[in-house]
């Protein structure tokens, strides 16, 4: 059997008396889009955190390609392939498209930061950053300053940045957020081929995206993931409904 990219196995984290993480496993197999789901405040970003290493669980086990990863830092993650987007825009505003493009890339490879001059002349993290531009479709805007675009193209961005790593996995944090719908849509295309190069862990408050791209969703209230399945499993679910949807459909 194939095993999973990423294997998170009974995670627990509090905060005082609040248990933000209880008792998560969710596992990511190759080629799949997994997608996290939950109200806010439920732990989506805490969850992400921890698998990231920003953030040690109290107790539970990260596995990534097989490897404990569980006391690892966030900087020895990303080398190991794990590639992640921000809710919060991690841009630099100021810098051009390439300049954002090869900063991902010299902080992927863990590399200490030069003149920012050498930076730019450096082969080794020009072409990855070039790549991943061609790849979002952002090549003609590589001498754009970053202000300058328009929101959607700075979501292109901040997977552009992830994709600098030749990531083994992502972790997709809102990528839609602030999309219209055109954007949306372009987005939700490309993390549909995407996932043939490395699976996605997606955490998405855009439930159209979420149900055409799903393979699986988990949905965590409270802490806790009250299902895992697929899109059909999840909308027919009495709990999630209950918990989850039917707030939406309340809205
Ligand atoms: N550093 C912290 N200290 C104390 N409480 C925290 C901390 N980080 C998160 N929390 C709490 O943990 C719970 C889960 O928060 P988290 O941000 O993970 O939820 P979320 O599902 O990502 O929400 P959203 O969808 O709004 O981003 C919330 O009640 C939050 O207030």
Same mark, same amino acid.
């Given at each position: 059997m194939t095993e999973p990219v990423l294997r998170v196995q009974n995670i627990c984290k509090s905060f005082g008396a609040l248990k933000a993480s209880d008792d998560v496993s969710l596992d990511l197999y190759p080629g799949e889009i997994h997608a996290l789901i939950g109200p806010n405040g439920a732990g989506k970003s805490t969850l992400i955190k921890q698998i990231c290493g920003g953030l040690m669980p109290d107790s539970g086990r990260i596995e990534v390609l097989g490897r404990d990863v569980t006391t690892l830092d966030t900087v020895a993650r990303a080398r190991m392939g794990l590639g992640r987007t921000f809710q919060i825009s991690s841009l630099a505003m100021e810098f051009t498209?390439?300049?954002?493009?090869?900063?991902?890339?010299?902080?992927?490879? *863990?590399?200490?930061?030069?003149?920012f001059g050498n930076v730019m002349k450096d082969e080794?993290?020009?072409?990855?950053?070039?790549?991943a531009l061609e790849r979002v479709g952002l090549e003609e805007d590589a001498s754009r300053r970053t202000a300058d675009l328009s929101?959607?193209?700075?979501?292109?961005?901040?997977?552009?940045?992830?994709?600098?790593?030749?990531?083994?996995?992502?972790?997709?944090?809102?990528?839609?957020?602030?999309? *219209? *719908?055109?954007?949306?849509?372009?987005l939700t295309a490309f993390l549909d081929e995407l996932r043939h190069e490395a699976p996605i862990l997606l955490v998405e408050h855009d439930m159209d995206a979420v149900f055409a791209l799903a393979d699986r969703i988990s949905v965590l209230v409270y802490g806790k993931v009250i299902a895992t399945g697929t899109a059909e499993d999840i909308r027919a679910n009495a709990e999630v409904r209950r918990a989850y949807l039917g707030e939406e459909d309340a809205a």
């Amino acid at each position: 059997m194939t095993e999973p990219v990423l294997r998170v196995q009974n995670i627990c984290k509090s905060f005082g008396a609040l248990k933000a993480s209880d008792d998560v496993s969710l596992d990511l197999y190759p080629g799949e889009i997994h997608a996290l789901i939950g109200p806010n405040g439920a732990g989506k970003s805490t969850l992400i955190k921890q698998i990231c290493g920003g953030l040690m669980p109290d107790s539970g086990r990260i596995e990534v390609l097989g490897r404990d990863v569980t006391t690892l830092d966030t900087v020895a993650r990303a080398r190991m392939g794990l590639g992640r987007t921000f809710q919060i825009s991690s841009l630099a505003m100021e810098f051009t498209v390439l300049q954002n493009a090869v900063l991902g890339a010299l902080g992927a490879r *863990g590399k200490a930061f030069r003149f920012f001059g050498n930076v730019m002349k450096d082969e080794t993290l020009l072409a990855p950053a070039r790549r991943a531009l061609e790849r979002v479709g952002l090549e003609e805007d590589a001498s754009r300053r970053t202000a300058d675009l328009s929101h959607g193209q700075r979501r292109q961005l901040e997977v552009a940045v992830a994709l600098t790593l030749e990531p083994r996995l992502f972790l997709l944090d809102e990528p839609m957020a602030g999309l *219209g *719908g055109g954007g949306s849509k372009a987005l939700t295309a490309f993390l549909d081929e995407l996932r043939h190069e490395a699976p996605i862990l997606l955490v998405e408050h855009d439930m159209d995206a979420v149900f055409a791209l799903a393979d699986r969703i988990s949905v965590l209230v409270y802490g806790k993931v009250i299902a895992t399945g697929t899109a059909e499993d999840i909308r027919a679910n009495a709990e999630v409904r209950r918990a989850y949807l039917g707030e939406e459909d309340a809205a």
